[in-house]
């Protein structure tokens, strides 16, 4: 059993209030540990440290910070098998995904060392000699991060990274539901050298979440959350004027072209839709399928969907867990019941499953509807589960009617385009409104590209330089010379 504490000062140690928290393995019931919850006045405690600590991490200079966070993405690696094992226990996705994540998280501290180490000013033209103007980049101070559930230790890299290499202090508030690994991160980089300060880890709920927000001696805040959450914090930020950056709810659209290539368009599909049990902000919640090639292409994803080995992650050969909290299954049954309800067609899945060891856990069935009506929920809401609804167009509507059905969403964060003809598929992805579009593949995260939202997904962008510079603000120096 893993218990934590926060990480406050470059020290372990318990909430002011002296809560905590059990966590619980999805998939067992059991106990894999305890967290202690953060309260605004940790919150208090910790913008404190940090803005006296933010400074002298400043002035350490951009190769000594890219030395010391190289190191900690070092450490992450060497201790990764533990990392992902605690992961696995307490989010639910299988063991060779936390891997797969963990290592990434490792990758964009890494690359954020390097990248701050480029970051230059610029020389500006002035229309009198004797005028000189410098423009240069600045840490913002302190930053604070929230981080979601549903990959937290590689989410919390794309937080961190960016801040400290961009010398700012920064603040995080890890979920209730997945901490602990996050906890084992945070020992890398304590290892590393990470100065006492300059790193806060707050494990916490709605109270620490909301002190965060309303700091005054917080610059920035930066989150991975739903769309209503995301509006919270803005609001609570609008009193300090403190910047935002947000990467909020999806709802993303997989449209598959009457010459897409049926069997690679669905395990794209599948993949996309039932990874960490659909519990993903650019997972695929609704196909659009020409109807010329939808009967053989919803058998294909009922096939991949029925060939999901689902059970303990830790466990040899399984290749889906459990989704992490009860409320995901709620919200996956009532978008099923409704399509249901509208003359859906239930193809595979559908229910949770129960028997044997599955009693203990929260396992659902990865579903596939076909014949799904545009107005449903499951259509226009976020599922957030493992739920992907299909609906059938006539390809006669061409790609402005089929980019106007990618479009009929209030969401804006990613999209999938699947055709033989890559000028069409090109031409559809082009008219796409959102943050990231795939052509022929399912992810769009790239880890030298922009990733975040159009329209209620949110705005601000991670990973690529333009996360860097999100994180730091610039400054205009204009000096007049005595003898030009």
């Known amino acids: 059993m893993t218990d934590r504490l926060l990480y406050l000062d470059g020290r372990w140690q318990a909430s002011e ?22 309260s605004a006045k940790d919150v208090d405690t910790a913008v404190q440290i940090a803005v006296k600590a933010q400074r002298e991490w400043a002035a350490l200079g951009a190769d000594r910070r890219a030395a010391i966070m190289h190191r900690g993405a070092s450490l992450i690696r060497e201790r990764i098998d533990r990392i992902a094992d605690l992961l696995t226990r ?6 060779p995904d936390s891997v797969k994540e963990i290592a990434f998280g ?20 002035s229309l009198r000699a004797d005028i000189r103007s410098i423009v240069e980049w600045a840490p913002i101070g302190v ?15 794309w937080k961190i990274g960016p801040a400290l290499a961009g010398g700012n202090a920064v603040i ?12 084992l991160v945070v020992e ?9 300060g300059v790193l806060a880890d707050l494990p916490g709920g709605l109270e620490a979440g909301e002190a965060l927000s309303s700091h005054p001696g917080i610059g920035m805040i930066t ?5 209503r959450t995301g509006q919270a914090i803005m609001r609570s930020a609008a009193d300090t004027m403190k910047r935002v950056s947000l990467e909020l709810g999806g709802h993303s659209p997989f449209v598959v072209l009457d010459d897409a290539d049926i069997a690679e368009a669905a395990a794209a599909a599948a993949r996309r839709s039932f990874s960490n049990a659909g519990q993903i902000c650019i997972a695929v919640n609704r196909i659009l399928v020409a109807d010329s090639i939808a009967d053989a292409f919803v058998e294909a994803v009922a096939a991949e969907a029925k060939g999901i080995r689902l059970g303990h992650g830790v466990d040899a050969g399984v290749t889906g867990g459990p989704t992490t909290t009860d409320a995901v299954m ?3 049954g009532a978008h099923i019941s409704d399509a249901l309800a509208h003359g859906a067609r239930l193809v595979t899945g559908g229910k949770r499953l129960t028997g044997g060891a599955y009693d203990a856990g929260r396992f659902f069935e990865p579903t596939v509807l076909d014949g799904v009506p545009r107005h449903t929920r499951v259509m226009t809401e976020e599922t957030f589960g493992p739920v992907v609804a299909v609906h059938r167009y006539d390809a006669a509507i061409g790609v402005e009617g089929v980019a106007a059905l990618a479009n009929d969403s209030s969401a804006g964060l990613a999209a999938y385009v699947f055709g033989g003809d890559l000028d069409r598929a090109w031409a559809v992805a082009e008219r796409i409104e959102a943050g990231g579009v795939g052509v022929n593949i399912n992810d769009i995260t790239e880890l030298q590209a922009p990733f975040g939202g159009w329209k209620m997904s949110g705005f601000g962008r991670e990973l690529g330089p333009e996360g860097l510079h999100g994180f730091m603000q610039q400054r205009h120096i204009r000096m007049r010379r005595r003898h030009p």
């Open 143 to 157: 930053i604070a991060g929230i981080v979601p559930w549903n990959y937290p230790v590689d989410l919390y890299a």
């Open 188 to 196: 890398c980089l304590h290892d590393a050298g990470v100065p006492a």
């Open 106 to 125: 490792a990758d964009v501290i890494d690359y954020y060392a390097e990248e701050g180490l480029r970051v230059g000013g610029t020389m500006r033209p």
């Open 223 to 227: 989150a991975t959350a739903s769309t």
């Open 330 to 332: 709620e919200v996956a």
């Open 17 to 38: 209030s002296g809560a905590t928290l059990e966590v619980r393995d999805p998939a067992t019931g059991e106990l894999v540990g305890t967290t202690a919850v953060a």
């Open 172 to 183: 995080v508030k890890p979920p209730l539901e997945s901490p602990l690994a996050i906890g």
């Open 90 to 95: 307490e989010q639910g996705k299988p063991v």
